[in-house]
């Protein structure tokens, strides 16, 4: 039964044509503007999903196995967006990951409302906060200006989940901030870190 399921999960992920592309992104569309009305990805059925996108069952089931396969594959195309990102792997320093960064985030300012929109969305920002934070580091690491790296790990880690924490407050609209005040907080925050570390 298990090497049945596996083989399921490859026919799945094999059979994507422009068709089946164009369909995979009008359910995690769908997905999205759901998430953003009912908050939480567990209020959320298929048979609503399908009904709103306008599809028949059979033709979820080929792309998707559940709700929650949907949320991971919206939430694995945002970050692949950024990370695959080519001007991602020139940056040699953190002033233009920060640059970069932020502008992704305005670029897609909507859809990163949406998810954060929802009480769901812990699941993807840890992952999310996991890759930025490894990047980070490794920046950190190779530059000359940085000398003392204890706790350096740390030190980003609760940066930039703090930093997180208040960019799903301004996507619910519960922050005094704006996007670009985060951005000039950034800016200022990476300049003293790396004053005292240098």
């Known amino acids: 039964m298990l090497i049945i399921l596996l083989m ?3 026919m799945k992920a094999k059979n994507l044509n422009n ?9 995690k569309n769908t997905f999205a ?3 953003s009305e009912k908050k939480e990805i567990n209020k959320i059925s298929v048979t609503e999903l399908v009904k709103r996108a306008n599809i028949n069952r059979g033709t979820f089931y080929t792309h998707y196995n559940d709700i929650y396969e949907v949320a991971e594959d919206f939430s694995n195309e945002l970050i692949d967006k950024f990370f ?9 320093n953190v002033d233009q990951f920060i640059e970069t960064f932020f502008k992704y985030l305005q670029t897609n300012d909507k859809t990163y409302k949406l998810l954060c929109k929802s009480d769901d969305s812990f699941f993807f920002l840890t992952k999310y906060v996991k890759i930025v934070s490894n990047k980070f580091l ?7 200006k ?4 204890t706790n350096l790990q740390l030190e980003i880690n609760i940066f930039l989940e703090g ?3 208040e960019y799903i407050k301004y996507c619910r609209e ?25």
């Open 19 to 27: 068709s089946s592309k164009k369909t995979r992104n009008l359910i």
């Open 84 to 92: 695959s990102n080519d001007i991602l792997f020139d940056i040699k």
């Open 174 to 198: 519960l922050s005094q901030y704006t996007l670009i005040d985060l951005y000039n907080y950034s800016k200022i925050w990476f300049n003293n870190f790396v004053e005292l570390r240098s």
């Open 138 to 144: 490794e920046i950190c690491i190779h530059s000359p």
């Open 8 to 10: 399921g999960e490859k």
């Open 163 to 165: 930093l997180v924490f």
């Open 146 to 149: 940085i000398k003392k790296r």
């Open 33 to 35: 503007e759901m998430l």
